[in-house]
C-alpha cells in the first residue's frame, strides 16, 4: 500500500522581510495517531529547516501550553491538535498581528 | 550589534525548581541575584512535568501534618537510599538530602501547592503547581527574571568563573553576564536520547558549559530510563502516563508473542521490582531485553494492558491523576477506552533522569572556584540508581547551593572577564551562520538522538559503545565545526539553536558512552551485557570525567563513604538487585 501523504499549507512571515504573509506547502508522509507537532517536525527535519515555531523550551505533551497556533483556522496546541489522513492542513499562527517569525508569537507585554 | 552587559552577584542558570529555589535563597542575603530561563518562566525543564512526588522520611511528614508513617527514621530512609544507589551514592549528599527535605516542604507549603494524596513517606503535588509556588516567592524576594535566554558559555579568569555568554532566543542577541558567582541549575540532557520524556530546552547545556572550563562531572554512565513511556501514537510518545498508572494499579506487561515479560522473574523482582520505583530500573532492563531478543514490537517497545487489574480501581486512580483522562491539554480517552477492553499500547523505556552531573562538595561547589551546581545537574545523592524523589533533590539542594553560592560572592570579588572572551565566544556562537556546505543540524541531531536511544539504553556491551564513540568522535572532529543552516537571519532561528545545542549533546554523550565502556560491571541502571555482574570488590567508585588537551578524559575516585560500609564480591547483578531490594527498611510505600 502506498504510503499516504496530506498536504500542508504554511503561513510563513519573515520580520527581515515584507509584512504580509506568504503560504508555503509541503507534501507530509501521513502515520497515524500524527499530531500537527509531528506534522511541523517532519517538515523541520526532512522538508525546510528555515521554518520556525515554538520549540525551544516545548514539552510536546500539552502541559506548558505554549505551542498556540491555528490548525485549519481553529486555535489550539500544535502538539495536541490530531491530524487526520484526509484532505489539507492549514496551519497558521495563533494571531497574525503578534507575529515573531512564521509561528511563533511575540511575548505579550 | 551593540554589546549589553548585565551585571550581578549571583546568576542562576536555570529555570526549573533547582534555579529558582537557589536564587530565592541567595537573595536572602540582600545581594543582586539574577535568574536566566532558557523558556518561560516556571514552564521550563523537567519540573513542570513531574507528577509530582516529594519524599520525606514519614516522621518528618508527620510532624508537618501529613500523614506519614511514624515509625519512619532519618536512618530508616538513609539505608534506604543508599541501598537503592547500589551503594555508589556520596553519603554525604544523602545526609543533607534527608536533614534537609522536612524543611523544604515546610516552605512549599507555606508558599501555597496543592497535596493530592501521600504515602508513607511521600506527598504528591503537580509540578507546575509547585512551579508557580516557587515564582511567586522569587518575585516577593526580588530575584531578577530573565526568561527566553540561553546560556551559551561560562567565561573565567584567574582560575574563576566571572560571567556566562547568554543569548535571548527571540531576538538572537547576546547578554555578557559578569557575575561574583555561578550556580549551574540547567538540569539533565534528554534531548540527547529519542525518544525522551524531557522539555526539548534539555540539552545539558549547563554541564557541557562547566566542563568546558574545566569542572569535573561525574557518573556519566548511570542515566534512569523510566518504564513503561508511551512509543506510539506519536501524539502521545513520551508521555510517563503509563508508567504512572501501572505504578499504582499494575497491569499486564506481555511481548510481540503475546508471552508475559515477567514470567521466570524471581517473585521480589516481581512484586517489589514492579510496584515500587525500583520499576523504573528493572522493568526497563525487562524490557531493553525483549527488545533486544528480538520479541519487541514496531517501535522496538512492549504492550502494556489492563491484564488482571481491576477496571473500576483503575478508573478511579486515572480519575484522581488524569481527571476525565486528561491531564491539561493531553486526552487520554481513546487509551481509557482500551485499558476497559484490556487492548494493549505500546509502552518501552525513555530517558526520564539523570543519576550523574557535576561534580559538587556538601556546599556544592564544583572544582572550579566561583561556580556551584545543584539539582538533576550535580553529581552524587542517588549514586547508580533513583527512586526517591528528585523533586526533594533540586529544591534541598538548590537552597544550599544558593545560600553558599551568596556568601561566595559577597567575599570574593569578582575578577573582570579575561579579555576578548566575550567576544570570542559571541564569534563561535555565531559561526554555523556563515557557514556553506555543511550537514543540517536537525538530521544530525536525530541520527544521533536515535543511535544514544539504542547504544546507551538500559542494556550496554563494549562492541555497541565502541562504535557510538566512534561515530560521536568523527561529527564532534568533521561535522560540527561545519554546520551550516538554511535561514541566517538573528530571529527564533531554530536551526541555529539546534546547532548551538549540538556540541553539548555531543560532548556529554561522549562523556556518557566512555564512562559506561570505562565501567566493566553492572550496578543500578547501568548494565553491561558482557560484564553482567556486580564487583564491590574493584568498582566501588565514581567515574570521572575531566577536561583534558585533547578532549576528555575518564578517571574514578572512591564513593564517599560515611554511616553504610559497602558489600563486598562480585555478584550477578539481579541477584544483587534482589538483596538490595529485600535490604530495604521496613517502611511501606513507592519509595
Known sequence: MAQKEIIVTVLRTDPDGSDAGTKKRYTVPFTDGMSAMNVLDYIYQHLDSSIAYYDHAGCGLGICARCTGRINGKAGLFCQTPVDGGGELVLEPVNKDRVQRDLVMKKKK | MTETYHDTDVLVVGGGGAGFRAAIEAARAGIRVTLVSK????????????????????????????????????????????TQGWYLNNQKLVEQYINTAKSQLSDLM???????????????????????????QART????????????????????????????????????????????????WHKAFWPNTGMRDLSGDGIAAALRVGADIGNMEFITFCCNVFYAPPIWMGSIAPYILSLICGGRLSDRNGDDLLSGFDPVLQQKGVLTEWNKSFLSYVSAQAAREGRGLECGGVHYSRGDADWGFMQMVG???????????????????????????????????????????????????????AGEAALGTFGANRVFSAITEMLVQGKDAGRFAAEFAGTEKSPDPRKNAFREAEDRACAPLSGTGGESPPVVRRKIQEAAHSRLGPIRCDKELTEFI????????????????????RTYNKEWFDALELPNIVELLLASARSARFRTESRGVHFREDFPHTDNDS??????????EDGTTVSSRPVTVTAMTPPVGKTPYLQMMKTLIEAHSDTGGKH
Open chain 2, 470 to 489: 566512534d561515530m560521536l568522535e568523527d561529527i564532534q572532529k568533521n561535522v560540527l565545526s561545519n554546520l551550516s543552516v538554511s535561514y541566517t537571519g
Open chain 2, 539 to 548: 568498582w566501588l567508585c565514581e567515574s570521572i570525567v575531566s577536561k583534558s
Open chain 2, 39 to 82: 523558556g518561560p518562566l516556571a514552564r521550563s525543564g523537567a519540573s513542570p512535568m513531574a507528577g509530582a512526588d516529594f519524599t520525606l522520611d514519614g516522621k518528618s511528614m508527620n510532624e508537618l501534618g501529613r500523614e506519614g508513617d511514624v515509625n519512619d527514621s532519618k536512618e530508616k530512609v538513609f539505608n534506604d537510599i543508599v
Open chain 2, 141 to 188: 524576594v526580588g530575584v531578577e527574571l530573565l526568561e527566553d535566554v540561553s546560556i551559551l558559555e561560562l567565561v573565567t579568569n584567574d582560575g574563576r568563573v566571572t560571567g556566562a555568554l547568554g543569548l535571548d532566543v527571540r531576538t538572537g542577541s547576546f547578554i555578557r553576564f559578569r557575575a561574583g558567582a555561578i550556580v549551574i541549575a540547567s538540569g539533565g
Open chain 2, 319 to 373: 480519575g484522581l491523576i488524569f481527571p476525565n483522562w486528561k491531564y491539561k491539554a493531553i486526552d487520554f480517552s481513546a487509551w481509557a477506552e482500551k485499558l476497559e477492553k484490556n487492548e494493549p499500547v505500546e509502552v518501552g523505556p525513555a530517558v526520564e533522569y539523570f543519576d550523574g552531573g557535576i561534580v559538587v562538595n556538601e556546599r556544592f561547589e564544583t572544582t572550579m572556584p566561583g561556580l556551584y551546581a
Open chain 2, 110 to 136: 507555606d508558599w501555597g501547592i496543592d497535596i493530592t494524596l501521600s504515602d508513607e513517606r511521600a506527598i504528591f503535588t503537580s509540578g507546575i503547581g509547585i512551579m508557580d509556588a516557587l515564582l511567586k
